[in-house]
């Protein structure tokens, strides 16, 4: 049951990451695919099941945040950090400068937390 959760994690991230990308560049572009709704609740859908299988995850493993895992606690933080500079992105900037900058920050914020997932050593905590 967890191999499955976990493979169906990865595929999510990966869905979301692509999503991501491809709406930044269109939207930076002005290309009539940024401009559709659909495209926006495509990548609200693909956070909501990548949040809905890292709980599943929590569970099926017994680690919760706020506990004797550290690390987790600090992925959680990270994962909001990470929303709020997507949501910048492609959102509320109000300028390209700006927009880049968030973008690229988001970016590296997903690296922290792939590579947090992976070593399971918090950085600030």
Do not use: D
């Not at 002005?30 to 599943?56: D, K, V, Y």
């Amino acid at each position: 049951m967890v191999q499955l959760l976990v493979g169906f994690h990865l595929l999510i991230i990966a869905l979301t990451a692509l999503l991501i990308i491809i709406y930044f560049i269109g939207s930076v572009r002005e290309a009539p695919l940024a401009q559709h709704p659909w495209m926006w609740r495509s990548t609200l859908l693909a956070h909501l099941l990548l949040l809905l299988s890292g709980i599943g995850l929590c569970l099926a493993t017994s680690t919760y945040p706020f506990t004797s895992a550290h690390w987790l606690t600090e992925k959680l933080l990270g994962i909001v950090i990470y929303l709020f500079l997507i949501w910048f992105a492609l959102k509320l900037g109000r300028n390209l400068a700006l927009r880049w900058f968030a973008f690229v920050g988001a970016l590296g914020w997903g690296y922290f937390l792939i590579e947090l997932t992976i070593l399971k050593t918090p950085r600030f905590m």
